[in-house]
């Protein structure tokens, strides 16, 4: 490999990484703000996509509108799941620690494969069910714990953010010539104008304000930016193991700055979960791999 190939890829591994240490800040910048969830979402959905509009406009120039119209219906579907999953995150954050939140929708390659399964009829070998199998069993612990009645609703919400993220997977993975960067600004879009029907406050601080269009631009804009652009060359199952950095980092920030701690049931079912991803991840590249040699 030549020196200069080696430089080439190690930008895009720094891109990449960068990305996941971003998207932890989130849970951080949530606690810091006092203001309602649906200021949050619709505050920081419009930094994101004036950012990435930003962007568009940088790389495309005269085909800017031509890259969102060649969306088309698979395209606008992904728009639609991310607005959700910026939706419903931000919502269970509110309703739960930033843990639990984090570690919950991490298991959203846990579900992609079960909808695969499900609505694509395809099928894995036994070690990747048990890798699932273990996952949801540590979502299990996390969730019912002795503070089951309080975090119970941001839970839910965690959910269903890993199910809009687990569609989003199975929708890339089948559409792989769809940009991203036009579907997310769709995405934050979708997301602040359903924040609108829950009247988000228009009388924020100066601070707060900051913080969410910094969230915006930078924590999740940035950062989409970054992963898109860098993961598009590393192999997927580096690139699978680099996002858990976001699951790890995200309740260290907390605590760090609020003394957010980790029940032990979040610490005991966390550890499984990650471990589980980490195995599926390799596991999943291992026998994709192998296919493809098969088919050769």
Same mark, same amino acid.
């Given at each position: ?95 739960? &620690?930033?843990?639990?939140? $984090? #570690?919950?929708?991490?298991?959203? +390659? !846990? %579900? ?7 609505? @694509? ?117 580096? &690139?699978?193991?680099?996002? $858990? #950095?976001?699951?790890?980092?995200? +309740? !260290? %920030? ?7 701690? @980790? ?34």
């Amino acid at each position: 490999m030549s020196r200069i190939q080696t430089k080439f890829e190690a930008k895009y591994l720094i891109m990449t990484v960068f990305a996941p240490i971003l998207w932890s800040l989130g849970g951080l910048g949530v606690r810091a703000v006092s203001v309602n969830s649906w200021t949050i979402i619709f505050t920081r959905s419009i930094s994101m996509s004036i950012t990435i509009s930003i962007l568009c406009l940088f790389l495309y120039k005269k085909n800017f509108l031509i890259e969102f119209k060649n969306l088309g219906f698979s395209g606008f579907i992904i728009s639609i799941f991310l607005g959700a999953t910026t939706f419903f995150y931000i919502l269970s954050l509110s309703k739960t &620690t930033v843990a639990n939140a $984090l #570690l919950v929708q991490g298991t959203a +390659p !846990i %579900w992609a494969a079960i909808f695969a399964t499900i609505i @694509l009829k395809e099928k894995f070998k036994i070690p990747i069910w048990i890798t699932i199998f273990c996952a949801f069993i540590g979502m299990l612990i996390i969730v019912f714990n002795k503070d089951l009645k309080i975090h119970l609703l941001g839970d839910f919400y965690a959910l269903l953010t890993a199910f809009g993220l687990a569609f989003q997977i199975l929708l890339v993975r089948n559409n792989p010539h769809i940009n991203l960067i036009p579907a997310t600004v769709i995405g934050g879009l979708i997301a602040a104008f359903f924040s609108l029907f829950f009247k988000p406050s228009f009388n924020s601080s100066c601070h707060d304000i900051l913080i969410l269009v910094g969230l915006g631009a930078f924590q999740i804009g940035l950062g989409y930016i970054l992963f898109y652009r860098g993961s598009r060359y590393l192999p997927t199952s580096l &690139t699978g193991l680099i996002t $858990l #950095l976001e699951t790890i980092l995200g +309740p !260290i %920030w907390v605590y760090l700055v609020f003394k957010e701690k @980790l029940n032990p049931n979040s610490l005991i079912g966390g550890s499984i979960i990650l471990l589980s991803l980490a195995i599926n991840t390799i596991l999943t590249a291992k026998y994709e791999k192998e296919k493809r040699v098969t088919i050769k």
